[in-house]
């Protein structure tokens, strides 16, 4: 993965004015149109527009910094590196919602400490409500039966066991997330 920073020639700590002024300056020196028939120059300036794309957007941005960010193209070559059937999406066995299917401990504690306060936050309470909905639905699951009954319980058990992990994010991100997320 390329450093963007470099890419930009601006500091890690730079402010999105910097970051922005460092931009257009790299943008009018490696135009295709003040440098025609130049590939290199066309590759540089592609390279110049990722980077600002991510750094100027502060989502982006604090997932770059913490290493958890990546372009469809790093995802796709991720997935053809893994031999992953399904490519870059995702699917598994458990649909494109569900687990992994990775069951290494490491991957799922790194995948723990990449969520900030405010992300798990919001992924309790959308669980919260998707549980909600769940045991809401049980009330009409006796006229659609089996398939009420069946994604009634899938709704529910989703819910609840992203709650969990939620819950065991906010517990845990005091000591695994870095200053400015808390």
């Known amino acids: ?14 402010s999105q004015e910097q970051i922005k002024k460092a931009y257009r300056e790299q943008a009018l020196k490696y135009h295709p149109d003040r440098n025609p028939g ?3 120059a066309e590759d540089r300036f592609k390279l110049i527009n990722d980077a600002y794309s991510v750094l100027s957007d502060t989502d982006k941005k604090q997932q770059y910094d913490m290493g958890g960010y990546q372009t469809d193209e ?6 053809a590196q893994e031999n ?3 490519g870059q999406y995702g699917w598994t066995f458990y ?34 409500l998707l549980t909600l909905v769940g ?6 699951a006796i006229w659609f039966i089996p398939f009420g009954l069946i994604i009634s319980i899938a709704l529910i058990s989703s819910g609840v066991t992203n709650i969990i992990r939620a819950i065991s994010i906010l517990l845990g991100a005091g000591k695994n997330s870095r200053k400015g997320d808390q």
Request: glycine letters at 6%.
């Open 95 to 128: 649909g494109p919602f569900g687990a992994s299917g990775s069951w290494n401990t490491e991957e799922r504690k790194r995948t723990y400490t990449t969520y900030t306060k405010r992300q798990a936050f919001e992924m309790l309470l959308k669980n919260i």
């Open 1 to 14: 993965m390329t450093d963007y920073y470099e890419i930009l020639g601006v500091p890690r700590d730079a």
């Open 74 to 79: 790093d995802r796709r070559q991720r997935a």
């Open 38 to 40: 130049n590939p290199a």
């Open 135 to 140: 045991l809401f639905s049980l009330r009409f």
């Open 84 to 86: 992953n059937t399904y």
